[in-house]
């Protein structure tokens, strides 16, 4: 850290905390978790409560299999949205002491630099590495940020992309669970006779006016949130097998050239897949947790590039 010293010692460093953590939690990011919650609580309620618990599986086999297998994809999901929510999707750390940029950004040196070097970010008045963008609404540099996502109110960048989409894998298949056992009840009646026998039930699995108010409701909600899971899914995989964030599809689109100035050869798509999801097995990419031997910081780097400031 010579080097940082040296242009602290030149550049009026002024002292400041060096902290990893967000900035600021943004009001619709709050109001997105607490709609996600209440969805996730409002199908588990409505499978159990008025699918399952009702004549025609109550006493089958199939409730207790379904209620065990429906809960335990909503326990991955949660699992999986909390660590997107609560984990470091890669912040850049701030310095402890923060330099001023002036003279840097009153010349074009880093302007013409491409994506693959360190640049200075003039909003965390710090460097950043390569890939690196800046969040205006967490405020800070995060290491290829993909987007700021309301939905975990917190971006989704290199080390929280895994739980990311494994977040979204689950909301898919628990949204299609949903929608089959719902349909289920509809087109495919398990036990009709037991059902029509039951005291107070007319009209066989079909329910009574709440049930299929409620049964529709989620029907409506699985269709909606699968769809739009789906098509982020795709978008995430796609950005992760074509080594491109959204924000430098954008820029590359705006300056009219290829990825990153040019023509590279690209990695292989499994070995981008696997930057990503880890280097165990894919069984392993299905589970929120780490099967790697990397620390769980990251990729650990000096503040400042190699090169005298």
Known sequence: MVAMGAAAAGSGARCRCGGKG???????????????YLSVGYADYVILEHILLQPGFRDSFWCP????????VVLMLLICHTRAVFGDPGVVPLPDMA??????????????RNNEDW????????????????CRICHRCVRRMDHHCPWINNCVGELNQKYFIQFLFYTGLASLYAMGLVLATWVWPLDRISASRAEGYEGGVAGS??????RIILLVESILFGLFVT????????SIITDETP?????????????????????????LLREVFGRGFVICWFFP?????????????????????
């Open 22 to 36: 967000r900035a600021r939690l943004d009001p619709c990011g709050g109001l997105c978790l607490l709609l996600t």
């Open 231 to 238: 098509v982020i899914f795709y978008d995430q995989v796609v």
């Open 99 to 112: 330099l001023d940029f002036s003279d840097l950004r009153s010349t074009s040196s880093n302007n013409s």
């Open 119 to 134: 640049t200075v970010c003039n909003r965390c008045e710090t460097y950043r590495p390569p890939r690196a963008h800046h």
């Open 65 to 72: 299999f379904h209620a065990a297998a429906f809960n335990l």
């Open 289 to 309: 947790c780490n099967f790697t031997s990397s620390p769980a910081s990251g990729p650990s780097y000096s503040y400042l590039p190699n090169y005298d400031v």
């Open 209 to 214: 006016p709440i049930q299929i108010a409620h």
């Open 247 to 271: 924000l430098e599809q954008l820029r590359n689109r705006l300056q009219k050239e290829g990825p990153r100035g040019g023509t590279p050869r690209r990695k292989p798509k499994i070995a």
